[in-house]
């Protein structure tokens, strides 16, 4: 095999194929990068048995021919190289790469010992790449990162009809997201639960690509794939039943507080800074206020006042600050809205661009209060 290739171009492409490489993985191979040149291009594959990329790249190909490389030794040789077009050449049971004065020689992996990738399923729908992301980054701080519970660590999505609804939970918090799409069948109504991990990479390194398909398979093969821009990722979906979290968004909340979002979040910070491990912030709701106050006894105590619009009666809750932040950290809106129904239940946070008129329900984030001494 013998090829050229601008070194930017196959820099990002190795390096975005090694993303999905397990920095233990079964079986050596599956440490490898599976290059293949042929018909003016080079494709880049990488597979763990859970999940797999792939994509092409131009090149000038002078032999065809295929190879087994290590992923992470070749996205950091790519990185270091000068910019100038890289030859690549096999010789034997090594591999050269060649970039102006700079030459590496790597040891081929046997390729012949390389699982098949599994087939991108039939398209189901096609969502915006950039709404995908900013769901998926909005739900995501609520999975759980405890693998002894592999369930909670995925986000599960639900397809009905023209909207996508992304969920997560980790038992102390929820969110959920609506994001619409186009589905490939106007009756689609199915569901499918990924990790947390895998979904993120997904949003993050082709959500900014345009349109993203998404591909369910429809036998027992439990496989989801996601493609756009000519890069095509899978993963294996989580086993289990997913807890039916959507009936604990309660129907109606009679308490509702709106809050500029940017000032509650710096002030939570200042506050929390006094806060104990695992101790809360606590935030006292009257009318055109909200005090926050955090520390207690003889230790360190902070406070601040912020405005905000109450409707119904004053209101107490704490809060693992955590929490609080991270779930108005991705609320873009100027507002912020907090909808109660009483103090040992619940709170759920919503986007609000005017500080008057409704929230915005295509999020929602449910957090649980830390219970207060009477």
């Not at 009756?187 to 991990?197: D, F, I, M, N, R």
């Not at 919503?350 to 830390?370: C, F, H, I, N, W």
Request: with cysteine; glycine share 6%; charged share 25%.
């Amino acid at each position: 095999m013998k090829f050229r290739v601008e070194r930017d171009v196959l820099t990002e492409a190795v390096s975005w194929a090694a993303r999905s490489l397990s920095p233990r993985p079964p079986v050596p191979v599956l440490s490898g990068l599976l290059l293949r040149a042929h018909d003016g291009v080079v494709s880049l594959s990488s597979f763990d048995y859970e999940t797999s990329a792939r994509l092409e790249i131009p090149a000038e190909i002078s032999a065809e021919g295929t190879i087994l490389v290590s992923g992470r030794l070749l996205a950091d040789i790519c990185r270091s190289l000068p910019a100038a077009p890289v030859d690549v050449e096999t010789d034997g049971s090594k591999v050269t790469l060649t970039c102006r004065r700079s030459s590496f020689h790597l040891a081929t992996m046997p390729e012949a010992e390389y699982p098949p990738l599994p087939e991108l399923p039939n398209i189901t729908g096609a969502v915006s790449g950039d709404a995908f992301a900013k769901g998926v980054s909005q739900v995501i701080i609520a999975a759980s990162k405890d693998d002894t519970l592999p369930i909670l660590t995925g986000v599960r999505m639900e397809f009905e009809n023209g909207l996508i609804t992304l969920l997560a939970t980790d038992r102390y918090r929820l969110a959920l997201r609506e994001i619409v799409w186009k589905p490939g069948s106007p009756s689609v109504s199915t569901s499918a639960l990924v990790k947390a991990k895998t979904l993120n990479e997904v949003a993050k390194t082709l959500g900014g690509s345009g349109e993203l398909n998404i591909a369910l398979a429809e036998d027992d093969s439990r496989l989801i794939g996601f493609e756009s821009g000519g890069r095509t990722t899978t993963s294996l979906l989580v086993d289990g039943d997913y807890p039916k979290i959507r009936s604990l968004f309660p129907d109606s909340t009679p308490i509702h507080a709106i809050v500029a979002t940017q000032d509650l979040v710096e002030a939570v910070r200042r506050v929390s800074l006094v806060a104990e491990r695992n101790t809360p912030v606590r935030l006292a709701f009257s009318e055109g206020l909200v005090v926050l106050d955090a520390g207690t006894g003889e230790d360190a105590q902070a406070s601040e006042e912020l405005e905000a619009q109450l409707t119904g009666e004053d209101i107490t809750v704490a809060f693992n600050p955590h929490y609080l932040v991270e779930g108005l950290g991705v609320i873009e809106t100027p507002f912020v809205r907090f909808s109660f129904t009483s103090a040992p239940k619940p709170a759920m946070i919503t986007a609000q661009k005017e500080q008057e008129g409704d929230d915005e329900s295509d999020y929602r984030y449910l957090v649980m209060p830390v219970r207060l001494p009477n």
